[in-house]
């Protein structure tokens, strides 16, 4: 078994209000979780209006599976969101015990 965890940074530049962060955030969450069946959670700067991190995570019998489903997952945000701007993305995969 495999875990794969993935960090990405977002800058939201038209976003106005934490009201409007959350309805972005909230959409993004949803639909990465209904199209790939991963977990997702802003993890920092949840007080900032244009800025989020969103913290992903599958887990898998094979490292190349976590690694596919987190790029493509990355992939669909940049496709179907092109009003923000990745900043960084990360993937790492950790074999469990």
């Known amino acids: 078994m495999h875990v794969g965890v993935c960090r990405v940074q977002l800058?939201?530049?038209?976003n106005q209000?934490?009201?409007?962060?959350?309805?972005?955030?909230k959409s993004i969450t949803t639909r990465l979780h209904n199209k790939f069946n991963v977990s997702v959670a802003e993890v920092d700067n949840q007080h900032s209006w244009q800025l989020a991190t969103l913290g992903l995570a599958c887990v898998s019998t094979h490292k190349s599976h976590n690694d596919e489903t987190l790029s493509n997952?990355?992939?669909?945000?940049?496709?179907n969101y092109p009003e923000l701007e990745l900043l960084s993305s990360r993937i790492e995969t950790f074999p469990a015990p």
């Open 17 to 25: 209000s934490l009201k409007g962060k959350r309805r972005v955030i």
């Open 11 to 14: 800058r939201l530049p038209e």
């Open 73 to 79: 997952a990355i992939r669909f945000i940049t496709q």
